[in-house]
T-cell receptor, first 114, second 113 residues
Framework: GAGVSQTPSNKVTEKGKYVELRCDPI?????LYWYRQSLGQGPEFLIY????????DSGLPNDRFFAVRPEGSVSTLKIQRTERGDSAVYLC????????????FGPGTRLTVL | GQQLNQSPQSMFIQEGEDVSMNCTSS?????WLWYKQDPGEGPVLLIA?????ELTSNGRLTAQFGITRKDSFLNISASIPSDVGIYFC?????????????FGEGTQLTVNP
C-alpha cells in the first residue's frame, strides 16, 4: 500500500511569508507526527496527533508554528511570518496506534526561507 | 531533555566488511528503533526492539537492545555499496515523553567498492 506522502517536496519562500506543508499518512494510522531536521542532525519532534487532536505540541518552537488534522487523516503544518532559521526539512510520520510504536516517515518537505 | 549519543559519527569501510555502530542514553528507553536515511529521503525503519536483551535480525542487519535499557547496537555484515547512508537510532523514551521519538545524531556510513 501507499506510504506517507508529503507535498510539496520543495518549498522556497521569502522571509515573512506564510507557508503550509501537507502530510498524507498511511491509511488507517491514527497517530501522526511532525519532525524538523536540520542539516547534519537527527529529526527533532514538533507535534503529535492522536486522531484529530494534538496530543503533544510541546516541540513547536514558537507560536508562529501551528498544525491541524481536522478529519483525523491529512495534516497541515502552518508556519507564519517565516524566518531564515525555519529553513529545514520537515518530516511527517505516522503509526498505527501511537504510544511509542514504530513510526513510518514520508520523504519530507525541504523548506528554504530566503 | 533526553539525549541519544551515537558513535561513531562516520565510518569509511571497504565493501564486504562488517560494521558495528552503537547508541547510548543517560535515561532508560522502552523501545529502540534503528532507521536508515538516504539523501533527499525520509528515514526508513530497519529494526525495532521492544525488550531488554532482545537480539533481532533483518537480513544482514542485527540489532540488540542492551540489558540496562540505556544502549543498543546495530551490526551490518558483509557490507555492500547500497548500505551507504546515515543510520539513526531513536526511542520514545520514558513516560514523560509520550510518543515522540528522540533521535541520535546519526552515523554516516561510506562503503568503498
Amino acid at each position: 500500500g501507499a506510504g506517507v506522502s508529503q507535498t510539496p517536496s520543495n518549498k522556497v519562500t521569502e522571509k515573512g511569508k506564510y507557508v503550509e506543508l501537507r502530510c498524507d499518512p498511511i491509511s488507517g494510522h491514527t497517530a501522526l507526527y511532525w519532525y524538523r531536521q536540520s542539516l547534519g542532525q537527527g529529526p527533532e519532534f514538533l507535534i503529535y496527533f492522536q486522531g484529530t487532536g494534538a496530543a503533544d505540541d510541546s516541540g513547536l518552537p514558537n507560536d508562529r508554528f501551528f498544525a491541524v488534522r481536522p478529519e483525523g487523516s491529512v495534516s497541515t503544518l502552518k508556519i507564519q511570518r517565516t524566518e531564515r532559521g525555519d529553513s529545514a526539512v520537515y518530516l511527517c510520520a505516522s503509526s498505527l496506534l501511537g504510544g511509542g510504536g514504530e513510526q513510518f516517515f514520508g520523504p519530507g518537505t525541504r523548506l528554504t526561507v530566503l | 531533555g533526553q539525549q541519544l549519543n551515537q558513535s561513531p559519527q562516520s565510518m569509511f569501510i571497504q565493501e564486504g566488511e562488517d560494521v558495528s555502530m552503537n547508541c547510548t542514553s543517560s535515561s532508560i528507553f522502552n523501545t529502540w528503533l534503528w532507521y536508515k536515511q538516504d539523501p533527499g529521503e525520509g528515514p526508513v525503519l530497519l529494526i525495532a526492539l521492544y525488550k531488554a536483551g532482545e537480539l533481532t535480525s533483518n537480513g544482514r542487519l542485527t540489532a540488540q537492545f542492551g540489558i540496562t535499557r540505556k544502549d543498543s547496537f546495530l551490526n551490518i555484515s558483509a557490507s555492500i555499496p547500497s548500505d551507504v547512508g546515515i543510520y539513526f537510532c531513536a526511542g520514545p523514551g520514558g513516560e514523560t515523553s509520550g510518543s515522540r521519538l528522540t533521535f541520535g545524531e546519526g552515523t554516516q556510513l561510506t562503503v568503498n567498492p
